[in-house]
């Protein structure tokens, strides 16, 4: 999977060199033409994933070798298994370390290899769920702080995922580690564990407490569950004036049965459960991202639709030079719910409804209350395509391009034309030249809306 974000990270890179080059109306006409073309050419269909026809574009670019890119060792799993694994085997060296002048603490133990652990699963599940754009300032810089880094050329829709599976990872790594490490210091060591706290603590509260945590496995591994008079008997307290507590040495050693299961059950199984989990959603993730990224988006556009169509013809009394008449690809409603269903339509300065939308939820926008509909329009950040219903014969005005720009979806420009009657070559100019200076993400297209009504 590294070498799938490598991918990704140069298609990325590509597209912002392309984007950043000065290039003319027809040669970006071109461009998508040929892209178009490779999408014809190969066996990709209407059927192939996003992702697929991404990788299928990088593959025909000039060069096809992938360099390593510096965050390569800091994608790679065996960096964070490693790391994880060392630093569980010397937390547990370190907690179960004895002398033989005081037993171990399980409550310590607990606290740390449980309770923590915990702590730490909810702590990134809730980064997980939590959208990032409503995460307030602490996301913002986390964002801003990913651009300026190594990770800046891979599309940041992946980073909540890819940071998700590392913390399972070493999570996981941390506890493989500290499970060995305790099973290994039980077989070489004699070690006695106890428990003791500095609150007035009743013993009774202790056994209530200890029982409960043993109901996963009490019915069947007995020896991992402590009886009340265990609890008792391991209760020590601070040097008293008449020196050590009396206490019964051989029971110290029967926690250990009771310490290795909590270990399993309550941290290593949880944390190896959403590593799983971590995958899935990795996985997941990686399928949404080329429509999701505007970069890789406008990869998937070019190839998969027909942009702006050039005709070039002689012009007249000349052999040398010539005019080139655009014309915007034509669609109708079917294709259009077909291929982007649950889209949202938004109808700018057009009171003539899209058929096949329920009018009610169409947003209407173009009002003049130009604050209102740009809160209104990053409300719509997590939709799925954005469709614009657009008067096309009328020139489109910069209100209309701030708006587009403030939300980072997929965005389709639908030219409505008077009806009887079709846009003029005129229009059509003004609205290409007009989307040819937004992002890659925002596509256009003539509806056709008589064909739409015969259908």
């Not at 609150?199 to 069947?220: E, F, I, K, R, Y």
């Not at 990795?282 to 990224?293: F, G, P």
């Not at 409804?353 to 719509?380: H, M, T, W, Y």
């Not at 509806?447 to 259908?455: I, K, P, V």
């Amino acid at each position: 999977m590294t070498d799938l974000f490598f991918q990704l990270a140069d298609i990325c890179r590509r597209e912002k060199e392309r984007q950043q080059k000065t290039v003319s109306f027809a040669e970006s006409a071109k461009q998508a033409a040929a892209d178009r073309q490779l999408f014809l050419d190969s066996d990709l269909d209407s059927q192939s994933s996003s992702l697929r026809i991404c990788l299928t574009w990088l593959q025909a670019q000039t060069s096809n070798a992938t360099e390593n890119h510096p965050f390569s060792i800091w994608l790679s799993p065996g960096l964070y298994i490693i790391s994880g694994f060392i630093f569980g085997l010397l937390t547990m060296s370190g907690v179960i370390a004895y002398s033989g002048d005081n037993p171990v603490n399980i409550i310590y133990w607990l606290l740390i290899f449980v309770v923590f652990q915990w702590i730490m699963m909810l702590v990134t599940l809730v980064a997980a769920i939590i959208k990032p754009g409503r995460t307030g300032v602490v996301a913002e810089r986390i964002k801003i702080s990913l651009k300026r880094s190594m990770f800046k050329d891979l599309p940041q829709e992946l980073m909540p995922a890819i940071f998700f599976r590392m913390n399972q990872w070493i999570a996981v790594s941390f506890l493989t580690g500290a499970t060995i490490t305790f099973l290994l210091a039980i077989i070489s060591q004699d070690i006695a564990f106890g428990w003791a706290t500095t609150l007035a603590t009743n013993p009774d509260t202790m056994v209530h407490l200890v029982q409960g945590l043993t109901t996963p496995w009490q019915s069947w591994w007995i020896d991992a569950v402590p009886d009340a008079e265990l609890i008792r008997q391991t209760l020590f307290f601070r040097i008293s004036d008449s020196g050590v507590a009396n206490i019964n040495p051989q029971l110290f050693g029967h926690w250990w049965p009771f310490l290795l299961a909590c270990l399993v059950f309550y941290s290593l199984i949880p944390r190896i459960v959403l590593l799983l989990l971590a995958h899935f959603q990795l996985s997941r993730a990686k399928e949404r991202v080329c429509n999701q990224n505007a970069l890789l988006h406008g990869v998937v556009q070019r190839m998969t639709l027909p942009h702006i169509q050039l005709v070039s013809h002689s012009a007249p009394n000349s052999h040398e030079s010539t005019e080139v008449l655009a014309q915007v690809a034509e669609t109708n409603w079917m294709e259009i719910l077909n291929a982007h269903p649950g889209s949202t339509l938004l109808c700018w300065r057009t009171d003539r409804p899209a058929k096949g939308f329920d009018k009610e939820a169409a947003v209407i926008l173009g009002s003049g209350n130009f604050n209102a509909e740009r809160v209104q329009i990053k409300r719509l950040e997590n939709q799925q395509t954005l469709l614009w219903l657009v008067p096309g014969w009328e020139p489109p005005i910069a209100e209309l391009k701030d708006l587009l720009l403030a939300n980072n979806n997929p965005q389709i420009i639908l030219l409505q034309s008077l009806p009887g009657s079709d846009l003029s070559d005129a229009d059509q100019i003004s609205w290409m030249l007009f989307v040819e200076g937004l992002k890659d993400s925002i596509s256009l297209f003539r509806l056709n809306e008589q064909e739409s009504t015969h259908d």
